[in-house]
């Protein structure tokens, strides 16, 4: 059972809108920083948001997140067949004293 | 390119060791905190443990503590994780991981370079 608690699954047609979200705590999500992942199908998880809603350099403006109290929220607009993947969100845990995931949601473009 | 490449991975029996290591190019390593992170194939990632720039501060994950050991050589522009006393239940993918800012801790912003993993299989 993770700390942080995303969905198991969201789907979407091409070029849709998708939310994901992920759940928390004060001591997590509500009093640090929230940074969400996408890992493909046999590769390394690829940094997408950090800081709530800051984009790295070369991550679309089609990826967004955005964080309010405890929750936090990515959202994909024009949802594209390569997005198919899984999410993960994180944040610092102050009570854990450690970095803590969130269980991940699979992304389906039907 | 900025890039971390994981290096020890293999197969072990139970209460045996293994040292992984990360070397990292094309950034200023000493810089930004490291952190190790695995996975379960088919699972989701598990936090094992961080280590500040200046390897003033560390933790490691409740399911790791008192038998994995984090440590950097700044010099070599390396990460290391000394696996002792390994269990079934830590097979898995080992990646090493590059944070935003200096502190393992406090301000946490995210891990933005990750290696291609290491398998690390714990069996008899």
């Known amino acids: 059972q993770s700390v942080l608690t995303q969905p198991p699954s969201a789907s979407g047609t091409p070029g849709q809108r998708v939310t994901i979200s992920c759940s928390g705590s004060?001591?997590?999500?509500?009093?640090?920083?929230v940074s969400w992942y996408q890992q493909l199908p046999g590769t390394a998880p690829k940094l997408l948001i950090y800081?709530?809603?800051q984009r790295p350099s070369g991550v679309p403006d089609r990826f967004s997140g955005s964080k309010s109290g405890t929750s936090a929220s990515l959202a994909i607009s024009g949802l594209q067949s390569e997005d198919e993947a899984d999410y993960f969100c994180?944040?610092?845990?102050?009570?854990?004293?450690?970095?803590?995931f969130g269980g991940g949601t699979k992304v389906t473009v039907v | 390119e900025v890039q971390l490449v994981e290096s020890g991975g293999g197969l072990v029996q139970p209460g045996g060791s293994l040292r992984l290591s990360c070397a990292a190019s094309?950034?200023?390593?000493?810089?930004?905190?490291m952190h190790w992170v695995r996975q379960v194939p088919g699972k989701g990632l598990e936090w094992v443990s961080g280590i500040s720039w200046n390897s003033g501060s560390m933790g490691y994950a409740d399911s790791v503590k008192g038998r994995f050991t984090i440590s950097r050589d700044n010099a070599k522009k390396s990460l290391y994780l000394q696996m002792n006393s390994l269990r079934t239940e830590d097979t898995a993918f080992y990646y090493c991981a590059k944070a935003t800012e200096g502190a393992y801790n406090t301000g946490f912003g995210g891990l933005d370079v990750w290696g291609q993993g290491t398998t690390v299989t714990v069996s008899s």
């Open positions: 994180s944040a610092w845990d102050d009570n854990l004293g450690n970095v803590i």
């Open positions: 094309a950034f200023i390593f000493e810089d930004h905190a």
């Open positions: 800081r709530n809603n």
């Open positions: 004060r001591t997590n999500i509500g009093g640090n920083t």
